[in-house]
């Protein structure tokens, strides 16, 4: 149901009140009439109410004539004025026309039709002034506070409005650059682009192309810069009209070549860290059978032990190769200081705005549009420890995920919360704490469950050919795993998906860094009972084998689920577990914390072949593989000395 426009407002001034009543008959079935017998309460009321259209008013008053009043309310009042005069008064009404106080006259008597046509002419006239002035207030007001370059161009293609912005970009004032061409303003080396955008805008009504300018034209207006150019077509005019709009792209650009960046080297860290993981396992396996096999044998087996030490050897050159190999995959050069997320969120506005834009289909009848809210968590984060660069990315990176699956626009909500961890969430990297969670949401068409489950699988997209790499997901959620975080993806068909990045808070705990002190006696004297957790076959086997060869009671688990299935059925009391952080259903640290609430005094000693430090415990007892029985030894003597253990 559309809006009906008010009715316009009519003002009648008259010392008699028969002429008020007989006026207020003739208009108040299509105006809305005010009426006053005094010149000076006339005055009063334009000075409380600005819609006044139409002011009539008698000439001869006894406060005040009425030219003279109509004089003083030009003063205060836009509205149009018609004088009602006697033929005496011709003198008065032609002194008020040339003086601009009124519009219109009328004699008295008044002929009705003529004074009401009159009267809806001043109106429609004055309404349509009002617009006018309206629509020039916000023209000027948008040039001059918008921050992108904006001129509109007549047919002959020159500048009849152009904004400071504008005209700075060809290093002109406003009025150097009125009535003149862009091709006779614009450096020369941006002819060719400027001729062909204008050929497209011609043929299509519309251009838009990001422009990487030459560097001496670069050098004061960054060097990337959007032109959108569009026809104004207006079928009721002859004249035609063309906008032309240019902004300062350089950051998005720059921060979208560091996202495509960072996409290809976290790829080949996800590589290079799986192989090292598998890698890792095969030599722990591997270095540990040989020094087993090379106790057993006797020393007069000198030509197979031989053997033995020359595998032993390369097997361990091999595990110096793979320790290159995780220096390459893991990104150490993040870096990692105190960062008010919300703060963050609101300096990277603009830019989220300006990617949704260039990014999103120009044919879009709804638009999509970006939301930054933090309303609700504002002064309540505390900071958390990241790197602020990598973390802009990733919403970014979240922010262009969501344009592309909203086809028919949409909102996009960036916003952030406190959350509180109270125990540990199965298959995830939660742990008891608090976090603070940035989300992006969106209203596209969502993923299924089949989809869920392998969003962050490197190379695994669901876009077009050309539209995505498959990288994104995954540089997010290696980066936030890297700094103790989890990664959550929330998502239905055709209802949107919600991503949230959960940061552990700063808390100023640091992993204890310890050295092996070599020559200090490694194992207490007493026999330990020990469970090793571990999925990988041989190195359990070797785990244990090392154990038991030092005498300690062993007992061995495939997995999370059986370790603490078995100290559930009555296994305990354990004086230390050993177990991968890595494995599949229930990882290290889920399976740690479980066995912790059935025996809190239970000691732990972490082994991995590949992971980021910010996914394992703070403070705990961390040892990598390859390792040897002369190590193990070291870490296990310095845990039950109640100290910490990480190398």
């Known amino acids: 149901m559309t809006q009906q426009a008010a009715r316009p407002v009519v003002l009648l001034v008259d010392d008699e009140p028969e002429i008020l009543v007989a006026l207020t ?39 005040m004539g009425g030219d003279v009043m109509l004089a003083r309310a030009r003063e205060i009042s836009d509205a149009q004025a018609i004088l009602l005069t006697g033929y005496a008064d011709i003198g008065a009404v032609a002194a008020a026309l040339n003086q601009g106080r009124i ?23 004055h309404r349509l002034e009002r617009e006018l002035r309206t629509e020039r207030q916000l023209l000027h007001g948008l040039l001059n506070n918008l921050r992108a370059g904006l001129g509109f161009k007549d047919s002959q293609g020159r500048f009849v409005r152009i904004n400071h912005q504008a005209a700075d970009f060809y290093d002109r004032d406003v009025a150097d650059c009125l009535g003149q061409r862009e091709e006779d303003l614009c450096d020369p080396a941006l002819l060719p682009a400027l001729r062909m955008a204008e050929e497209r805008m011609r043929a299509e009504g519309r251009d838009e192309a990001a422009v990487e300018l030459p560097a001496q034209v670069g050098r004061n207006h960054g060097r990337w810069r959007e032109f959108t150019r569009v026809v104004l077509d207006d079928s009721d005019s002859s004249d035609v009209y063309s906008v032309v709009i240019n902004r300062d792209i ?31 396992n095969l030599l722990t396996a591997v270095l540990g059978s040989l020094e087993l ?74 638009p999509c549009s970006i939301v930054v809210d933090t309303a609700a968590s504002d ?54 704490g608090s976090y603070v969670m940035v989300s992006v949401q969106d209203q596209g068409v969502g993923m299924s469950e089949e989809t869920l489950a392998r969003v962050f699988e490197p190379f695994f997209t669901t876009k077009d050919v050309g539209r995505g790499t498959g990288l994104g997901l995954s540089m997010i959620y ?37 050295t092996e002190e070599p020559g200090i006696t490694t194992m207490p004297d007493r026999p330990l009972r020990i469970m090793v957790v571990d999925d990988e076959p041989g190195v359990r086997a070797v785990t244990a084998g090392f154990l038991r060869a030092r005498g300690h009671e062993v007992h061995d688990y495939p997995g999370g689920r059986a370790a603490v299935a078995a100290l559930e059925a009555g296994l305990g009391p354990l004086d230390l577990v050993i177990m991968d952080v890595m494995m599949p259903e229930m990882g290290g640290q889920e399976t740690a914390h ?9 000691r732990v000693l972490y082994l991995t072949g590949y ?25 296990i003597g310095r845990i039950m000395r109640g100290g910490a253990s990480t190398a």
């Not at 995780?326 to 990692?336: E, G, V």
């Open 25 to 63: 008959d003739l208009l108040e079935d299509a105006f809305t009439v005010i009426s006053t017998v005094s010149p000076v309460e006339a005055l009063e009321i334009l000075a409380r109410r600005n819609d006044v259209d139409v002011i009539v008013s008698d000439q001869r008053m006894p406060e």
């Open 379 to 432: 002064g309540m984060l505390p900071p958390v420890c990241t790197d602020a660069g990598q973390l802009e990315l990733a919403v970014l990176n979240l922010c262009i995920n969501a344009v592309d699956a909203m086809p028919n626009g949409g909102v996009i909500r960036v916003s952030s919360a406190l959350k509180r961890v109270r125990e540990v969430v199965a298959g995830t990297n939660l742990v008891p």
């Open 478 to 514: 290696g980066f936030v795993r890297h700094v103790g975080g989890e990664v959550q993806v929330h998502s239905t068909p055709g209802e949107g998906t919600r991503v949230d990045l959960c940061l552990p808070v700063q808390d100023g705990t640091a992993r204890a860094e310890t």
């Open 103 to 125: 519009s219109f006259y009328s004699h008295k008597p008044w002929d009705p039709d003529a004074l009401r046509a009159m009267i809806v002419q001043a109106a429609d006239y």
């Open 250 to 280: 350089t950051r998005q650009q720059e921060m979208e070549g560091r996202l495509r960046q960072a996409e290809k080297m976290q790829a080949l860290g996800t590589m290079a860290g799986g192989i090292a993981h598998d890698f890792n």
């Open 594 to 602: 479980r066995l912790q609430a059935i025996q809190p005094d239970l």
């Open 293 to 366: 096999a090379h106790e057993m044998l006797p020393p007069e087996e000198g030509a197979v032990l031989r053997l033995l030490d020359n595998a032993t050897a390369a097997a361990r050159r091999g595990a110096s190769l793979t320790r290159r190999l995780l220096n390459f995959s893991r990104p150490r050069d993040l870096s990692l200081e105190p960062i008010d997320v919300n703060a963050l969120l609101h300096g990277m506005k603009d830019l989220l705005a300006q990617t949704v834009v260039s990014r999103q289909d120009k044919a879009l009848a709804t």
């Open 611 to 635: 992971a980021n430090l910010g996914a394992l415990p703070k403070g705990g007892n961390v040892m990598h593989k390859p390792f040897t029985r002369a190590g193990l030894a070291e870490h």
